[in-house]
């Protein structure tokens, strides 16, 4: 392991905010202190979905945010991350404008959308993305990950 490679982990590791998108419904488990939290899971554009993310207690209001919006998240002092409120922007999407420049002019050549949203199959995907086994294979609430224009890449598993 290079010394470049520990100072960006030790740098990220430091990171106090981050941005997210909720990537699943909110529920309520126990935390360690014996008390009944809100909590999601949330996507941080990683490869892996960070699980049990609780809601800070004043940001109830978070709670009734749907699926895929964006949240901001902080570090608790036991390395930890915690949802303290909705966020303006969204992390896993990004807006690309191809510009050209030629002989003093500028024109705009085309825009796209890229990168990945998390959300529930709906009851039409759940029939038809295993249409060889048939309607009811896929447990309903299963999540897909879907490229911006709404193809989807894989199933999530809860």
């Known amino acids: 392991m290079s ?9 990220e590791d430091a990171q106090a905010t981050q941005k997210g998108t909720i990537a699943s419904d909110f529920y309520q488990y126990q ?5 009944w939290v809100w909590a999601c899971d949330v996507d941080i554009g990683e490869d892996e979905v960070l699980r049990c993310v609780p809601v800070t207690a004043n940001n109830k209001d978070v709670i009734y945010a ?3 919006k964006g949240v901001s998240l902080s570090r608790l002092g036991n390395g930890k991350w915690a949802i303290t409120g909705l966020s303006k922007t969204v992390t896993s999407t990004t807006h690309w404008i191809y510009v050209s420049f030629v002989d003093d002019t500028w024109q705009i050549i085309s825009t796209r959308m890229v990168g990945n949203i998390n959300r529930p199959l709906t009851y039409g995907e759940l ?6 086994y048939g309607y009811g294979v896929l447990p309903y609430g299963m999540q897909g990950k879907f490229d911006y224009d709404g193809n989807l890449i894989e199933i999530v598993e809860n």
């Open 3 to 11: 010394i470049r490679k520990i100072i960006d982990w030790a740098i």
């Open 31 to 35: 935390d360690a202190a014996g008390s």
């Open 66 to 68: 749907e699926q895929g």
């Open 127 to 132: 029939g038809t993305l295993v249409a060889p």
